[in-house]
């Protein structure tokens, strides 16, 4: 089952994953809300549509932006709704 792992924690963990672009977005329900605050990024890419980020924060540790998700995704990015991916120091291991 695939997991997202940072600073050794399971951050994310389902079995219903979609991959798009290489990455692989989790249900938004399988992302620990005890390790995440709202950030005021954003960035748009010109099929999914707007992205929204979350920062990683535990321990003192800081992953700044390493959750993103498209709040409304375009008509094209249907199967992204409702689901998170991860960056930089987040890794997707099944």
């Excluded at 010109?46 to 979350?54: L, M």
Aim: overall charge negative.
């Amino acid at each position: 089952m695939p997991k997202a792992v940072w600073n050794d924690l399971v951050v994310a963990e389902s079995d219903d994953t979609v991959v798009v672009e290489g990455n692989h977005y989790f249900p938004r329900a399988a992302l620990r809300d005890d390790l995440i605050r709202e950030s005021d990024t954003h960035t748009v890419c010109p099929w999914k549509g707007t992205a929204s980020y979350y920062t990683l924060e535990h321990g003192g540790a800081t992953s700044p932006d390493a959750v993103w998700y498209y709040p409304d995704p375009k008509p094209d990015a249907e199967m992204v709704r409702d689901r998170v991916a991860f960056w930089k120091d987040v890794q997707v291991v099944d």
